[in-house]
């Protein structure tokens, strides 16, 4: 089976290789780790703690680690060496900033020789996966040396759900192997369990996203920000996150109109991929606007009121919807399928989103069922849903309140998570380091 898997993932290499030295050249991307994931070269182990690997595979999973690799060294004294593994060029130096007191380094491609080569370095004596990654031959190699596997705040989304279960005889047999699923909700949990995870190895302990997020607008982070953007109290900050084509030109457009009536209303845009972030300048430079990039702003800069700030750094935006009054979360006009909503809900802004959200349904059920977000039909209708906003201070401060107190009704995920891991794991004994 292996060498069948190896066979497939080669053939996809080499037919992904023009694309891959396409966006090295044209977008600074694919250009490192080609050692850690090719043939497994990640860091040496050595020494006298056990390691547990976590994988994040990009920004957005590195976030949701952090409190839960905090929580779980506190809970286990630190009896663990941490390893963070990732995917992407953003991801990995995301990681890099966020955990520099542990070892960071690329996940291998699920070739078997690279595979093989990782858990002989790394050694780990539990992995930890987030949300859904299944990978036959990690997850094979694994069970053969007895190592524990979890994927935690673990999703099935409906296309993910039906594409699965078309393949599901050659799918189970992954899912049994896992030794921890931690499912965000009860359907996840059925959908997992009807593919394939073993019921004893099934768990439901809510999503993490909740317990992760920023709740308090004066953290450090905001706060740097809003004096960096020259933000004052009486302004009023609308925010358009992780967004895709065509969303930061529906911001604009509304912004450009209410700005006329609404002196106070200032725009922040942030695109969802950094190799999109020229094109939402120019976008922005083209509606007339005035444009200042946040990666070229430095302590002190003078920030027009009346310029579009656009967020290109990577990293930030958790912080920035710390800002946000009125938050829109990109990704949700077309087929992508939304982003996540949680961060500027936990904030208290008033949070709007459009009809495409079938990565976060379950999350969105709740803050609709609570009356606490705005889901817009057509992009024709941001403008005048954010003019109503502007129009009624109190519907916005109202939205924003209940928004915050949904999030934080639901926290507690993360230590019913860690509660899962420390079971499956042995007890610390003088072996195994990860040597940065």
């Known amino acids: 089976m292996k060498w069948f898997l190896n066979l497939v993932y080669l053939t996809l290499l080499t037919a992904l290789t023009p694309i891959i030295i396409w966006r090295s050249v044209c977008h600074r991307r694919y250009r490192r780790g080609w050692r850690e994931k090719l043939v ?20 957005g999973e590195v976030l949701q680690l952090q409190k839960v690799v905090q929580a779980f060294r506190d809970q286990t004294r630190d009896a663990f060496q941490v390893l963070i593994t990732t995917s992407t060029d953003t991801g990995f130096e995301l990681a890099q900033s966020r955990f520099q007191d542990c070892a960071v380094t690329w996940f291998p491609l699920d070739f078997s020789w690279a595979v ?48 699965y279960r078309r393949v599901r005889s050659l799918i189970a047999p992954i899912l049994r192997q896992i030794t921890i699923v931690a499912a965000q909700n009860e359907e996840y949990a059925h959908r997992l369990h009807d593919l394939g995870v073993r019921e004893d190895a099934l768990s439901m302990t809510g999503s993490i996203k909740f317990d992760g997020v920023l709740c308090d607008r004066f953290n450090d982070q905001t706060a740097h920000l809003r004096q960096l953007f020259r933000i004052c109290d009486s302004d009023t900050i609308l925010i358009a996150g992780s967004t895709q084509h065509p969303e930061e030109q529906m911001a604009v457009d509304a912004w450009k109109q209410l700005s006329q009536s609404y002196p106070e209303l200032r725009l922040i845009i942030v695109p969802r991929h950094r190799e999109r972030f020229d094109e939402a300048a120019a976008a922005v430079l083209s509606s007339g606007c005035e444009l200042v990039r946040r990666s070229h702003l430095s302590a002190g800069d003078s920030v027009p009121r009346t310029a579009v700030i656009l967020l290109d750094t990577i990293g930030e935006l958790s912080a920035c919807w710390g800002l946000a009054d009125i938050a829109f979360v990109g990704g949700s006009f077309g087929s992508r399928g939304g982003q996540n909503m949680l961060e500027p809900a936990a904030f208290g802004a008033a949070v709007m989103f459009g009809p495409s959200t079938s990565n976060f349904r379950d999350i969105v059920a709740q803050l609709l069922s609570a009356s606490a977000a705005i889901q817009l039909d ?11 906003l502007l129009q009624q201070p109190h519907h916005r401060n ?6 915050r107190s949904v999030v934080l009704s639901q926290q507690g995920a993360i230590d019913r998570t860690i509660s899962l891991l420390i079971r499956a794991l042995p007890e610390p004994s003088a072996q195994h380091r990860v040597a940065a």
């Open 398 to 403: 109202q939205l924003g309140h209940t928004a």
């Open 378 to 388: 057509t992009i024709d209708s941001f403008m005048p849903t954010v003019q109503n």
């Open 116 to 163: 093989s080569a990782a858990l002989d370095r790394i050694r780990p004596t539990l992995v930890v996966l987030v949300e859904l990654e299944l990978w036959p031959n990690f997850l094979s190699e694994c069970q053969r040396r007895g190592i524990s596997t979890a994927i935690i705040n673990a999703r099935m989304s409906d296309r993910s759900y039906r594409g």
């Open 40 to 59: 497994g070269r990640l860091p040496v182990v050595s020494g006298d703690r056990p390691v547990v690997w976590f994988h994040a595979v990009s920004v």
